[in-house]
Nanobody
Framework: QVQLVESGGGLVQAGGSLRLSCAAS????????MGWYRQAPGKQRELVAA???????NYDEYVKGRFTIARDNAKNTVYLQMNSLKPEDTAVYYC???????????WGKGTLVTVSS
């Protein structure tokens, strides 16, 4: 089992910045990719950014150039630096960890990001 705990959400004005953190614990050696998803009201959960253990990154086109994902393998933590935030970025952001060996996806409880116009 893997436990994921997110932090760093909150209310920010458009154009502002926030940094999300996700700390993993438990059977972390089974994890390869970690990432952030978000779900806005009335919409499906979507991938924002992901990063492998080897630090290869992948971003949704809408956040490229504004968001940066980073990972500290020594601390078992993944970060999402969000700059130039827009009201459309308002959503609950979920941390995800994928375990290829078990085929299981682990999820955090989510942290709310609200961007006011």
């Amino acid at each position: 089992q893997v436990q994921l705990v997110e932090s760093g959400g909150g209310l920010v004005q458009a154009g502002g910045s926030l940094r999300l953190s996700c700390a993993a614990s438990g059977n972390i050696f089974s994890i390869n990719a970690m990432g952030w998803y978000r779900q806005a009201p009335g919409k499906q959960r979507e991938l924002v950014a992901a990063i492998t253990r080897g630090l290869v990154t992948n971003y949704d086109e809408y956040v490229k150039g504004r968001f940066t994902i980073a990972r500290d393998n020594a601390k078992n933590t993944v970060y999402l630096q969000m700059n130039s935030l827009k009201p459309e970025d308002t959503a609950v952001y979920y941390c995800n960890a994928a375990s290829p060996a078990s085929g299981v996806n682990y999820w955090g409880k989510g942290t709310l990001v609200t961007v006011s116009s």
